[in-house]
Structures are given as C-alpha cells and as structure tokens.
C-alpha cells in the first residue's frame, strides 16, 4: 500500500527516475549533437534529488519505515545516497569526454537506472526489495561495459561480468529462500527474530553462506573475484570508473546492513567467515596486482584489495557486541566513501593518458609529469592515498578500520591489513615514479607530440574539473577526515541497523 | 486437493501425461520435438496447479513457461543449423550430474510428501491456507500481498525490467560508422593513417569508410 505521506521521502528517487525517462525521451525526439543536453539534464536531476535529500530528512533523526516496511529513510541510506549522487555526476561528466553523443545518451539513462537501484539498495529492509534494487542496479551496469559494443574485448567483459552477475544473483534468491523458509518472513528485521530463535542450526548458516557468497560476488571478494580484472579492462574507461566505485560500495552497505540487522544472531559465525574471505582478499589482490602491466588491470586488482579492507570493518562489525553502538560501521561508511572517490579519480586519470597515448599501458604513464603536470598530480595523490600516506583520506580510512579491527579483538587481521598495505606501496608508487621520474619513451614522445592537437581537445576543462574534484576531496577528507566521520557516525547512530 | 472421484482420475491423468511426456522431451532427437513435449509437460503441471485449487499460478504458469519460456527456446533453435544433426546418440558430462540431482530431489519429495509433523511445522509463511480460503483463494491471496506488502519491489519490478529492455537494445542496436569514428582512440588512429588531424578530414574518412562497402 502506497500511504501519500511515503512518496515524500522518495521524491530523490523519483528525480532520478524522472531523469532517466527523460534522457531517453529527449534521445527519441532530437538530433545533432545533444551531449551538452544530456549532461546538463542529469546533472540537474542529480542536483536536485540531493537537495531534496536534505530537504525532506526524517524529523528527530530516527529511522522511518515506507510501503509497509519495504524501504527504510535513515542517516544511513542518505549517506550512501549523498555518495551515489554525486558519483553518478561525475560518471556521466567522465562519459561525455568519451562518447559521442548518442552512445552518451544511452551511457547517461542507464547510468541513472543504475544510481536507482543502488539509491534503493541502500535503504532496503526487505529481501524483496533488497533483491529487486540489486537488479536494478547491476543490470544497467552489465550493458555499461559492453557499450563501446564494436571492440571484442568490451563484449567479451560485459558477457563475462553479466554470467557471473547473473549466477550470484540465482544464489542470493536461492539464499533468500532459505532465509524465508527458516522464518516466514522477508523483512530484514524479522529474520533476526526468526533466526534467533532457531540459533545457530546448520541450515541457518547454509542460508547465511548462500547470502555471503553471492554478496561477495557482488563486492569482488576472493575467491568470487574473477570477473573483475576483466570487466574493467575490457569496459569504456567511465563505466569502469563507475563500476569499480558505485555497486561495490552498495553491495558493501547492504552486506554491512545484512550482518547487522537480519543476521545479526550469527555474528560470531559472520566474523570467522568474513575475517577469512578479508584476508585472503587483501593477500591476493595486492600480490596479483603487482605483476599488471594494464593500468586499468591494476586498477582492478587493487579494487579487490581495498574491498578486503572494507569487509575487515564490516567483519569487525559483526564482532561488536549486540545493543553497542557498532564501532566498525562508521569506519566502512568512511572508506566506502574516501575509496570511491580516489578510484574514480585514477581512473580518470588513466582516461587522460588513454587520450593522449592511445594506451591504457603502464609504461604510457612514463614522464607524464613532463606532458601534464595537474593530472601527474592528481594521479600521484591517488595512488598515494589508495597507499594509505597520511595525510590523504585513504590513511585515516585505513586508521579507523585498524581501530575497530583491534577493537573488536582481530589483532591478526590488522595486522595483515598492514602487511598487505606495505605490499601494495609497491605498485602504487611504481606509478608514481614513472610519471615523475622518468624520461618517456622515444616513440611515445613522437606519438604524444603527434596527437598532441587531439589530446588537448579530447580532455577538456570539464573532465579536468572531475579529476580535481576527486583529488581535492581526496586531500581534503584526509585533513578534515573528522568531520565526514562525524556524519558516518550520526548516520549509524540513526539507523535501522 | 478436493477429494473425488473426478479429482483422482484428473490426478492420475495428469501424472501419467507429465511423466509420460518429460520422458519423451530427454529422449527424442529432434529438438524441436523435445520443446514440444516440454510445453505439454508446462500444461500438465499446470493442470496440478488447477486441481490445487492455484487457479492463477496455474494461468501463470502457462502464460509464462509455455508463453514465453518455451517460444525463446523455439527462436533459439531457429538460429541453429538442425538439418545435420550428428548421427551418434551424445553422452554428455552433465549427466553425471544429473543423476544425482535427480535423486535428490526424489527424497525430497518423498519426505516432503510424507509429511513429518517437523516438516508441516518448517512449511510456514504469510500465508496458511486458512488465511488464503478467508481472503477468497490464492489469485486474492497474491493480490494482497502484492498489493499491500510488496507494492514497492512490484513498481520497482516494472522499473527494473525498463532497464533492462533500453539495455537491450542499445546492445542490439546497429553499430553505425561515426560511433566508431567518434570515439577517440579511433579518430586518433584515423587521423594518423590520413596523415591529417583535422576533425573535418577524419570526418570524411569516416564517411569515405561508411560507403566503401556498398
């Protein structure tokens, strides 16, 4: 049942989905170039389902339940919807240096479909809807990769990305079956109830596992991560930018939600599996990134990593304690948000290098800071950042998931945190080096100076504006880190969690 | 299940046919025949559902499975070659597989159908059939749940379902010669082939390389 008072607190999702409508409806009635429009459109609707983010907050702080409990408005949810709204702007700012205007219109629409499933996923209170938002989210994204559809390789990762997708997906119904038939509902809430009461039998955590392992399909954990490499080498440069941050960093919220509130009586169960699958994840993603030679590759190897990093909060999470106030959710809040946006940067980045040098090869990064001296920068505060240097976002990030994580008693997970992190200086910094501290190639010099005409016109001020944005939050929320943990925090305390 | 002498003769009707019928779909050559026969298994089944007293799981089921289901399998062989099928009868591995999983679900259907009380006791849900003959029969049931329950994943549905059409076709969608052109590698490729760097010139070559083939 719809109640009028609802729609209210959707109005944000409403935009979006307004905007989505509206990009294909102006794509059907136009021609010309219409990159300009499309642009415009979605970054006013973006704009403005922020602003009524803000406008139409729960009163009192608390949570407040919609259509018969489906969807929940909490500190919570408005994080991680304040991140995906400003995620999507800067994808669809990214795409429109790299598509040309039909292909962007699509990119934008689909784009907004997904910013709609993840907006909904994050605030999910039943399996219903927790399974349709996932969908809605991921569907669109399978296409996103495949949408530069006359290169092989951009086919091959989005078939490889939608079988896998597609076969989680089966998982987490089978799982969610499970969870039904064990206690009769699908509200995440009432799930903790019926599963309490039967405590820890072995079909409760078979139902638990199902859940986990399609998850982990969705946040590119090991051993689930196989996709990942390929789909972001094989996907357009924006849509790999956008994959790497926006559904990972929803699938994490609703995990973090999941082992909260509807398996919250496994906890102990959830830590030792979670605290598993984190380590390995950290030690495979960041040995296996050494050896890429493909910056996107890397990239996508390192993605894997950071997700270890996160699901070490939200193992420790787990850990904590009913009725105490979580400490590591705020910490996976925090590094969701300050490892979305140092990712998307670098991968903007590596668009500017893919335009001046036709290569997304590590060795093209070779004396850029010679040719372009801001995005050498912005590239070296990334790489820095996803290190952990303090004093970017990425150390503090990683300063409060050790902190719970020793908190919470995983003194040996922290520690591998460190190991692993030490690890990955080595191929972030490698980065780092080549752009300042060698001379590029010969034939990369002529290639680059040949193109240099192109090269200027195809990374223009808007997409420069992208990288800044990314580099300055990067260094910003790494000085005034306390502030955007001060809201995490808010946001946990106010939450159906 | 009411119990009649109507109800039992449609009963074992429909078993005989069913089994009858999946036999046949495993077993013929022709793979047209065997989705024939799996749209008569789809019908039986949904005979079962109708004497159940499912009356719109039953339409359901034949809308969707023998509808749609079955016709895309159909489409699907349109696209093979079935003039030559190969001569010897293939074995594949999945039967290895098969056959256990067969079996599991014969056990499955054997405690279910017997009945334990632990199992009556783990069958619960929403909605008991006591609450599902008060509401007026499962169409209603369905109606309910959907409607006051569910109304939110229902919407979200039909919004999920319109992403993934547009994702359709823009993947099936004709990849025209300026895309190409346009994106950035190429058109970096095409000027240094035309030894020009003018957007103008790597415009004509795109068009140059869109009539070349007529």
Known sequence: MIEPGDLGYVVPELIVLGTALTLLLWAAITRGDRRWMSVSIALAGNGSAALMLFMRTPADGAAVELFAGQLVVDGYSTFFRTLFLLLASLAIVFGAQRFPSAPLIDFAALLQFSLLGMMLLVGAADWATAFIAIETMAIPVYVLVGLTRFRRASLE???????????????????????????????????????????????????????????????????????????????????????????????????????????????????????????????????????????????????????????????????????????????????????????????????????????????????????????????????????????????????????????????????????????????????????????????????????????????????????????????????????????????VASSLL | MPDNIETHLAFWYLAAASVAASLLMVSVRNPVHSAISLVVVIFHVAGFFAILGSGFLAVAQIAIYAGAIVVLFLFTLMMLDLRHLPEERVTHRQLWLGIPLALLLAVEAVVIGAGTPEVRESIKGAFPPATVSELGGSAEALAVALFNDYTLPFLGASVMLTAATVGAIVLARRIEEHERADFPRQRAQTSAANGADSAAQAEQAAQAAQESPR
Do not use: C
């Open chain 1, 157 to 491: 990762a989005a078939m490889k990305y939608f079988a896998l997708g597609a076969f989680a997906s089966a998982v987490l119904v089978y799982g969610i079956a499970w969870s039904y038939g064990l206690t009769g509902t699908t509200s995440l809430a009432e799930t903790a109830d019926g599963i309490a009461s039967r405590g820890d039998e072995p079909w409760s955590l078979f139902a638990l596992g199902l859940i986990l392992v399609a998850l982990g399909f969705k946040v590119a954990a090991v051993p689930f991560h196989a996709w990942t490499p390929d789909a972001y080498q094989g996907a357009p440069t924006p849509a790999a930018a956008f994959v790497s941050v926006g559904p990972k960093v929803a699938a994490m919220a609703l995990l973090a939600r999941v082992v909260t509130l509807a398996f919250e009586p496994l906890a102990a169960n959830i830590t030792v599996a979670l605290a598993v699958i984190a380590a390995a994840t950290m030690i495979l993603g960041n040995l296996a990134a050494i050896a890429q030679s493909d910056v996107k590759r890397m990239l996508g190897y390192s993605s894997i990593a950071h997700t270890g990093y996160m699901l070490v909060g939200v193992a420790a999470v787990s850990q904590t304690d009913a009725g105490a106030d979580f400490v590591g959710v705020p910490s996976v809040l925090f590094y969701g948000f300050v490892y979305a946006l140092m990712t998307f940067g670098a991968f903007a980045v590596a668009y500017v290098v893919e335009a001046q040098t036709d290569s997304n090869d590590l060795s093209a990064f070779r004396g850029l800071a010679r040719r372009s001296m801001l995005p050498a920068a912005a590239m070296a505060v990334f790489m820095l950042s996803l290190t952990g240097v303090p004093p970017l976002s990425g150390f503090l990030g990683k300063l409060y998931i050790l902190q719970s994580a020793v908190d919470a008693g995983l003194g040996w997970l922290a520690v591998t945190l460190v190991v692993t992190s030490v690890v990955s200086a080595f191929y972030y910094l490698r980065v780092v080096v080549l752009m300042f501290m060698e001379d590029e190639d010969a034939p990369a010099a002529a290639s680059a100076a040949a193109d240099a005409p192109a090269a200027s016109g195809a990374v223009a001020d808007a997409h420069s504006a992208v990288v800044a944005v990314t580099a300055g939050a990067t260094v910003a929320f790494g000085i005034v880190g306390g502030g955007l943990l001060a809201w995490a925090q808010a946001a």
